[in-house]
Structure formats: C-alpha cells, structure tokens
C-alpha cells in the first residue's frame, strides 16, 4: 500500500495563477483532510471531507476549494494564488472520525511569487 | 474549544527518559488526547493515543491524570532519531473539524 500519495511535491506560482493539488489514499478511508503549516507554526485545518461527495470548512478556508468525487481523492484548488499562501500543504485520512489516527502524506511545498 | 498548552522546547541527552506535559484545562467529557510526532520535511506520524489513566505501546507511553486536565507522553530511553516536533492534540470523536488544533507543538531535541 503507498498509504497517502500528494501530487506535485513542489510547485511555484505567481501571484494570481491557479493550480490543484491532488491527494490520493489507497486505505479506503472515510475522512480526509488538507492542512497548510507555515514556518515554525503547526498545522492549521483548511478543508476536510466525511465521505464521498462531501466537503466542509476547517480553520482557515478562505482561498481555497476542494472537490471529493471519489473516495480515495482529495483535491484541494486555489482559484488565484497569493502571496499569503505561500506553506507546505498536507494530505491526510483517518478512518472514522477526526480523533482517529491521522495518516499524513508527504507534503507539496507551495511558494507563490 | 479544546485548546492545549505545550512547551515550545525540550532538550535532552541520549538513553535519558523525556517526559513532555501538555495542559487541556477545558477537555470535554468525550474528547480523547492524542500526540502525533513530526520530523522535518515530513507529515506527522501518529505516537499514541488515550482517554484516561496509562497507555502504553511500544513507542512511548501516555499518562492522564484523574481530572484529565493535563497528559505526559513519555519517551523512554530517547536516540538521536527522536528529535522532532511533538503535538498533542485534544477532541472528540464527533467533534467539530474545528475543535482539533495542532497548535505550534514541542521541539524536543536530543544530544550525544
């Protein structure tokens, strides 16, 4: 099993551009979520989804859009990058609920000039 | 909201035991605590989890007092590879997506 896969590892756009990071698990799980951590700072909760077809606002949404189609994708798209969204951005999926054990993907380093 | 108080640094020497505390003075009834371990460059990697009194697994233990209101993990005989970020997180298992904070965690880092 590759557990959690994130797609592209790095990536730098400028100011205004569009892109979409792909998350893909291969665990059948139920929840997945996508986080940013910025320098020195934990992770902050962008989006997250309870199933196929579902999405719903963590922390820190503004700026971005996600998309769950199918249950072993998580998209996470960001319609006109800025320079505040410049972090490492993180996949991860859970099985059950959001205290269930977290599987996190590698991580996609994101810098927007 | 469960927030958790943790200390920004630890340091310590190999073969020691590293104990690192974490405060939740406002857990609820069903929120669980966990702690998740992250090394550079990498995602985080989850260490153990627990409710109440001691858990135990072959990577460290947690300890969780009566009130519950604070927990330890505990590393036992710490190696240079145990440096990392450790972060202890408080919520249930319906909680709100917003209840479940990362927050900035500890950086434990070991010597020779």
């Known amino acids: 099993n590759a557990g959690v896969t994130q797609t592209p590892k790095f990536r730098v756009l400028k100011t205004g551009q569009s892109m979409t990071l792909l998350c893909a698990q291969d665990?059948?799980?139920?929840?997945m979520y996508w986080y940013r951590q910025d320098p020195g700072m934990g992770l902050r909760l962008i989006h997250y989804s309870v199933g196929e077809g579902t999405t719903a606002k963590g922390e820190v949404p503004d700026g971005y859009n996600v998309s769950r189609l199918k249950k072993q994708n998580f998209l996470l798209g960001l319609e006109s990058a800025a320079p505040s969204q410049t972090s490492v951005y993180f996949c991860a999926s859970s099985p059950l609920g959001l205290t269930d054990t977290q599987y996190f993907g590698p991580g996609t380093r994101l810098t927007v000039l | 909201l469960a927030k958790t108080t943790q200390p920004i640094s630890m340091d310590s020497y190999e073969g020691q035991e590293v104990n690192i505390t974490c405060s939740h003075n406002?857990?609820?009834?069903?929120?669980?605590i966990t702690w998740y371990q992250q090394f550079p460059s990498q995602g985080p990697r989850f260490i153990i989890q627990?409710?109440?009194t001691k858990v135990t697994n072959e990577v460290a233990s947690l300890f969780i007092p009566a009130d519950r209101k604070s927990s330890t993990l505990s590393l036992p005989r710490v190696s240079l590879s145990d440096t990392a970020v450790y972060y202890c997180l408080v919520g249930g298992r319906y909680s709100s997506a917003s209840k479940i904070i990362f927050g900035s965690g500890t950086r434990l880092s070991i010597r020779p």
């Open positions: 627990g409710y109440k």
């Open positions: 665990m059948n799980h139920e929840y």
């Open positions: 406002n857990i609820a009834t069903n929120d669980y």
